[in-house]
């Protein structure tokens, strides 16, 4: 009942915006950045893993949930309903059956069973395998033993039942882009032509993707959310330098941009860019992670004696021009287990020099940090760091890296030290999964963090019986981690979207803040490409 | 000379084999693989994709046993299949081939237009205020960092005062070559200006055009037949030489000016350790610098008869 | 080689070169005591971008360090990889060149194929994949920018040494019998070290730009080494909010890269007044 008046608001909303005037809200080309790093791989979101990809692929494709950035957690997308047993492990979805593709087929039940098996694949080595791992039945086909899962059956063409091995939120895992629904006859055969000319089911179809320089979408005029999306043609353009974005979103190139630190200050003061800025605590922990084979870091209270060295207050205001949050502790403000109770590691030097003295190492010692070129959690907040530690007598040497050598060094554990930016969300319970004693460095555990009552924790909250009780025991978990000061816990990313002053509808996206979803994205009439 | 040509041409074969070598066992021996840049590195890696991947790649295998692989795809003119893109890499060079030539050539094209009348102008008026001042403009060129002329130029030109779009390809347009290819093409201006004037200088001394002189010929005829035909010949050499740095150059200007050309693809290759890409990038390049030396060797006896091969 | 007075006149190049090398060098030995505060350990990030003042007589950067005293100290460090990634180069130039000038035959062939080879690569795109292969660092910047940079080098050493070879006195070394080596380094080498000279001044001035543009791509020195590329990098997204951090250093690159291009140039019209 619900669900139908849901519809018919939209429906009535729909007809309202495109009688209201259709001159003011709809038509236009909106153009975006896709910032990170270079050119895209692959529109195929089960086999690419890139960011830089998805923020993309979106606009493309949808899936079974969507992230609802308002609500921030994840709402039905390709369903209207769905049912859950009372031991929620298995979850019966109605689904939509006006969703076409943009080849102009009917998405049915049978399409969402192909695209899950097709991630499950071992050929398809997909990012996306984990997120549907707990479905009954997938384990098999990702190990190659069988090629359909178990736990997926469809009772009719709009009526799909979906088994799990564990009683987990499943919104939290299918409404990634990674695992968009997908017509299988735009794929069987040609995988390779997929992957450059996508077909989806989402709000924009491709059109061009010019190498190294944009990819261009347009309007689906069969997408089923009715009368949307707006806007007529969505243009990413490949700008992986801050600088010059910055300089195409002033000179009006670019209707929105992230925000870099260094701009940041800038925009706040520009009359005209202050009030047209969305921000967001993402859900992304910046860390120095402490090897724990390192032996002074094997001591609990030197890693605790480098939280209360550093004032990361002043850091962040200094050098990331308070674009960040302060950490205090793993889970970033925006997890729905944030803990506010939690309140960091003060920075007090006394205490700092007091547990290192304890510890035997007050003439301190030296240890080597890696990092990468990043701006906001690299070898600059290193160097940061260096005035601070010193104090405590431990000298950090910063040692840069790229991307991919930074990656094989914490894999293998070759480091004394690392800063990173792990991802800290959406869900906080998988988010912690990765630092279980059982979690190999090379599954992301990089500083081989082991402690059996974190792990204790973990399981309850995982076999808990409601939400409240599971609640609980990640808030737990978060505090016995945050006590075992595995990571010197710096920062929460507060990401910065700008938009030009005729663009409406852009959303503080908590998981990604470029994962923009344009379905609801007007411009107005003062845009110059409107 | 179509001998010659041909003669030149079968000499590239050994060339691009020992590169291929060189640059097989250096790319090769980079620290990190493509698996890990495959996915979002703020996220918890999953071992058994990293495992598949490499599997897939066959980056698993012993080095030598993958160099003749490729060697062997070489021969028949494939460079082999993009890790992390799964395209082949003819088809991604070839679509970058073209703006990286477009930027190069216009980059050629400002500093012969500029460079060349500037080292005339300056030796002709040799010790006058237009020489002293060209002179420093050109030696002050080749003295600046790229990256940091390109970025005044945008806070000029784009921010400043709304001439030009900052950056990108914008389909081709022509608005958007102008400051790449100035930002390309600055250094190799100075340089040429400089070289034209050594050149001009050199000739203007030399017996015959004293005799020429004597003989009663305008200055400008001079000036116009003699000196021209050769001064081509030393600038050709520097402009095959310079080519090389030029194409080498188009790596840091087409990062700055985010242009999907082969030095951008080149870059992204490298930090992404997507081997095949970096070496059809790399091989396509110095190719491209092989085939404009030749050129320029058969320009020789086109601009100067006396040169004979 | 006559340094005659004749000579210096009007070679204002060399004049005016050799005033801005002298002066990097000079701020290169004397930076401690030149520099106001430590480049590295002054760091205050209660004065992190603060403008030019009196205090700080450039402005201080992103980390609160004081921007004069990073560019007295980066004169070591951009001088350091000038120099010495010339000198290997100009070794390997030298020895190679010099050989194969002197020998001929297979071992000239060889050397002038892997030359032409070296010609064909662009050195910054081989500087670029050893420095990935190496990482950031500033003894991989002297091996890779040395290793790139000979074959110019070479090349003109053999060709120097090629028509050195044909002067009488090498001739009347050679009966009377010096060994080999005494000849080529004792008797040839002095007659070709002008062209040499000139190759490595300006290889220097190369050096140093193509140091700023690898940190221009992340593979530089390593932080907090206080060098004039690192720098300008580093600051490019300041450069419009707080461009003294970018200006100073971009400054004293186009100075001294402008000091060893003048010096180049003047040693050049001084070692060979027929050249013009």
Known sequence: MKNIGTLLLAAVTALLVTAGGASASSGGTFVFCAPYGGDLFSLDMHKTSRTQDYIVGLNINRSLYKWDADQSKPVLALATDVKISADRKVYTFSLRNNVKFHNGRTMTADDVIWSYNRIAQPETSSSAASYIANIEGADAVMTGKTKTISGLKKIDDFTLEMTLKHPVDIGYALCKVEAAIVPREAIEGREAEFSINPVGCGPFKFVKWVRGSEVILEKFDGYFEAGKPYIDKLVYKIMPEGAARDIAFRSGELDANIVGASQYPIYLRDPQIKDNMIEVAEMYTRLIGFNSEFKPFADLRVRKAINHAINAELIIRKLLKNKAVLATGFLPTSSPAYDTAMKGYEYNLTKAKALMKEAGYADGFTFECIATANKSWGVGIVEALIPFLKRINITIKPQQLEGAALGERCRTGKFDAFIWSNESGPDPLETLNRYRSTTPRSAGNYTAYANPKYDKALDMAATAKTPAEKLEWVKKANRILFEDAPFWFFNYNKAIIAYQPWVKGIKPVAIEMMLQDFTNVTIDDSSPRK | MRAYAFRRILQFIPTILIISVIMFVLLNLLPGNAALMAGDQRKAPDPRVVEQLKKEWGIDKPIHTRYFIYLKGLVQGDLGTSFLRREPVNKLVGERIWPTLRLSFAALFISVAIGIPLGFISALKRGSLIDTASMVAAVSGVSLPQFWLGLLMMYLFSVVLGWLPSSGYGNGNFVNLIMPAFTLGIGYTALLARATRAAVLEVLHKDYIRTARAKGLSEIMVNWRHVMRNTMVLVLTTAGLQFGALIGQTVIVEKLFSWPGLGSLLVDSIFQRDIPVTQGCILVMILVFLIVNLVVDLLYSVVDPRIEY | ?276
């Open chain 3, 1 to 276: 080689m006559a340094f005659s007075k004749a000579a210096l006149k009007g070679n204002s190049n060399l004049i005016i070169g050799a005033v801005l090398t002298v002066l990097v060098i000079g701020m290169a030995v004397f930076a401690p005591v030149l520099a106001p505060y430590h480049p590295v350990d002054d760091a205050d990030l209660m004065v992190a971008e603060e403008p030019p003042s009196s205090d700080y007589l450039c402005g201080t950067d992103t980390q609160g360090r004081d921007v004069l005293s990073r560019v007295i100290y980066g004169s070591r460090i951009s001088l350091s990889v000038g120099l010495v990634s010339q000198l290997i180069n100009t070794l390997i130039g030298v020895i190679l060149g010099v050989t194969a000038g002197y020998f001929g035959s297979w071992w000239d062939d060889l050397i002038m194929g892997l030359t032409n080879i070296m010609l064909s690569i662009p050195s910054m795109i081989f500087a670029l994949a050893i420095m990935a292969l190496l990482g950031p660092g500033l003894v991989n910047i002297y091996i890779a920018l040395g290793l790139t940079n000979w074959s110019f080098t070479c090349r003109i050493t053999r060709s120097q040494v090629l028509s050195a070879k044909r002067i009488e006195y090498i001739r009347a070394a050679e009966a009377l019998g010096y060994g080999k080596w005494r000849i080529m380094f004792g008797q040839i080498l002095p007659n070709v070290v002008g062209p040499i000279l000139v190759m490595a001044t300006l290889g220097i001035a190369y050096a140093i730009l193509t140091e700023a543009s690898l940190s221009f791509l992340g593979l530089g020195t390593q932080p907090p080494t206080p060098s004039w590329g690192g720098m300008l990098s580093n600051a490019r997204e300041e450069f419009f909010t707080a461009p003294w951090i970018s200006i100073f250093p971009g400054l004293a690159i186009f100075a001294t890269v402008l000091g060893f291009n003048l010096l180049g140039d003047g040693l050049r019209d001084l070692l060979d007044p027929h050249k013009l």
